[in-house]
C-alpha cells in the first residue's frame, strides 16, 4: 500500500468513486484494479472507491516513516493556496 497527496478536488460522478479535497492523504489500495486503466481503488476517512489516478501523486510507501510524511505534508501545506 502507498499514500497519495489530492492535487485537486475530486466530486463524485458515480457512487463507486471517492470524494476527496486538494490536499486530502489517500490510501492507495491498488492502482490499475482490472477494466479500470487510470483509476485507483483508494481509502479515505473509512470509506474505499475508486480516484482517477491523474488526481492524485504517491507520496510514500508505508515502509517509509512517518516523520518523512509529516515533513512533506508539512511543507505542502505551507506552500498551497487555499480555494475556497
Known sequence: MQL????????????DELEFRKGDVLTVL??????????WLCKHK????????????????????PIELN???NSRLSTASVNL
Open 71 to 73: 515533513n512533506f505534508i
Open 46 to 65: 473509512d470509506k474505499c472507491g475508486l480516484c482517477p489516478g491523474n488526481r492524485l501523486k504517491l507520496i510514500q510507501n508505508t515502509a517509509s516513516s
Open 4 to 15: 497519495a497527496i489530492a492535487l485537486y478536488n475530486n466530486n463524485v460522478d458515480d457512487e
Open 30 to 39: 491498488i492502482e490499475n484494479p482490472h477494466g479500470f486503466d487510470g483509476w
